[in-house]
């Protein structure tokens, strides 16, 4: 199982960035996904989830900026990050559970290796 993570940068108060997650090794369309952030000094945060039926959920300070997505063709999850703060900065990971509905974090079971988001003018 890998999943690979990319799209992070730097990127101005405001701009956006998309972010995305390539899995490989199971079956990716029968997996709940999610992403989450570690700031630095900080603890795991949980930003969204998807599950494999495509229902959305997402943290009470991402809604209405964040979009999760997932392309089951190409077993990828995206994060369409819009509106970015500086306290957006972190390094942001995926996740992926071998069940369909899954809850963060104890039920997931496999994760990326991070891509890094910087949110500075």
């Known amino acids: 199982v890998q999943l690979v993570e990319s799209g992070g940068g730097l990127v101005q108060p405001g701009g956006s960035l998309r972010l995305s997650c390539a899995a490989s090794?199971?079956?990716?369309?029968?997996?709940?996904m999610s992403w989450a952030r570690q700031a630095h000094g900080k603890g795991l945060e949980w930003v969204s989830g998807i599950y494999s039926d495509g229902r959305t959920y997402y943290a009470d300070s991402m809604k209405g900026r964040f979009t999760i997505s997932r392309d089951n063709a190409k077993n990828t999850v995206y994060l369409q990050m819009n509106s970015l703060k500086p306290e957006d900065t972190a390094v942001y990971y995926c996740?992926?559970?071998?069940?369909?509905?899954?809850?963060?974090?104890?039920?997931?079971?496999?994760w990326g290796q991070g891509t890094q988001v910087t949110v500075s003018s």
């Open positions: 090794g199971f079956t990716f369309s029968n997996s709940a």
């Open positions: 996740a992926m559970s071998r069940r369909t509905i899954a809850a963060f974090p104890y039920e997931y079971d496999y």
